[in-house]
Nanobody, 122 residues
Framework: QVQLVESGGGLVQAGGSLRLSCAAS????????MGWYRQAPGKQRELVAT???????NYAGSVKGRFTISRDNANNTVYLQMNSLKPDDTAVYYC????????????????WGQGTQVTVSS
């Protein structure tokens, strides 16, 4: 089994910063792409940012220049540094990872974390 556990969410004023972390644990052989998504009330889940194992990144237009995604492969962790936060950034933030698991017989699939709430007040 694989678990992704997010942390770092909370309440912040507009213009402030937060750093989210997501640590993967379990019978992990390797992790490919990792990413952050968010879902605001009444809206669909949307991509925020993704990062490949070698560090290539992709951002949603709404966060480009304000958010930075990074990862620590040795510790199976992905981060999201969020600066200049806006009320529109309020959402539950989820991390995901494409994980290869198993010893001997291996398989791969996408795993999701449970989500962490980010609230930005105006």
């Amino acid at each position: 089994q694989v678990q992704l556990v997010e942390s770092g969410g909370g309440l912040v004023q507009a213009g402030g910063s937060l750093r989210l972390s997501c640590a993967a644990s379990g019978s992990i052989f390797s992790i490919g792409d990792m990413g952050w998504y968010r879902q605001a009330p009444g809206k669909q889940r949307e991509l925020v940012a993704t990062i490949t194992r070698v560090g290539n990144t992709n951002y949603a237009g709404s966060v480009k220049g304000r958010f930075t995604i990074s990862r620590d492969n040795a510790n199976n962790t992905v981060y999201l540094q969020m600066n200049s936060l806006k009320p529109d950034d309020t959402a539950v933030y989820y991390c995901n990872a494409y994980v290869t698991v198993g010893v001997g017989s291996r398989w791969s699939r996408v795993y999701w974390g449970q989500g962490t709430q980010v609230t930005v007040s105006s």
